[in-house]
């Protein structure tokens, strides 16, 4: 069971070495903390035609809903970088991560925590949702 910040960003670390990032040669691993101490991680989703690629944070909320656990996510971990090891700089959710972050929010009831961090290094981030991506549009706004 993965809790804490540093066990969560290792997760979604070692979900960036499964990345299919032949294009950017940038690597990325999201790992969401769900309800009860579970974990799903996903690894970003290159394609030729770049415009189907997939993030890493929508691979994993993807995996986290084919389990039916969409709405029991708890915070998430996201670290990237460089395949080279060109930098260590925190990476954070894209903005269109953010609006399907937003969704698995509001269907839990919760504000998701989102810890941020490179691919190495000790640096770290930890954001509210709601900080990240104020004033979202979500499930309650159709209401």
Same mark, same amino acid.
């Given at each position: 069971? /993965?809790?804490?910040?540093?066990?969560? !960003? /290792?997760?979604?670390?070692?979900?960036?070495?499964?990345?299919? /990032?032949?294009? $950017?040669?940038?690597?990325?691993? /999201?790992?969401?903390?769900?309800?009860?101490?579970?974990?799903?991680?996903?690894?970003?989703?290159?394609?030729?035609?770049?415009?189907?690629?997939?993030?890493?944070? %929508?691979?994993?909320?993807?995996?986290?809903? $084919?389990?039916?656990?969409?709405?029991? !996510?708890?915070?998430?971990? !996201?670290?990237?970088? $460089?395949?080279?090891?060109? $930098?260590?700089?925190?990476?954070?959710?894209?903005?269109?991560?953010?609006?399907?972050? %937003?969704?698995?929010?509001?269907?839990?009831?919760?504000?998701? !925590?989102?810890?941020?961090?490179?691919?190495?290094?000790?640096?770290?981030? %930890?954001?509210?949702?709601?900080?990240?991506?104020?004033?979202?549009?979500?499930?309650?706004?159709?209401?």
């Amino acid at each position: 069971m /993965a809790s804490a910040p540093a066990e969560l !960003v /290792a997760a979604a670390r070692a979900a960036a070495a499964h990345a299919h /990032a032949p294009y $950017s040669r940038f690597a990325v691993g /999201a790992a969401l903390l769900l309800d009860g101490g579970a974990v799903v991680s996903g690894a970003n989703l290159e394609n030729a035609s770049y415009g189907l690629s997939l993030c890493a944070e %929508t691979a994993a909320l993807a995996a986290a809903n $084919s389990a039916g656990r969409l709405a029991d !996510v708890v915070a998430i971990a !996201v670290a990237g970088g $460089s395949i080279e090891g060109k $930098s260590n700089a925190i990476v954070r959710p894209c903005g269109r991560c953010r609006q399907l972050l %937003t969704e698995a929010a509001q269907l839990g009831g919760r504000d998701i !925590v989102v810890h941020c961090a490179g691919l190495t290094g000790d640096a770290l981030e %930890t954001h509210q949702l709601s900080a990240l991506l104020p004033l979202a549009f979500g499930p309650a706004d159709l209401a």
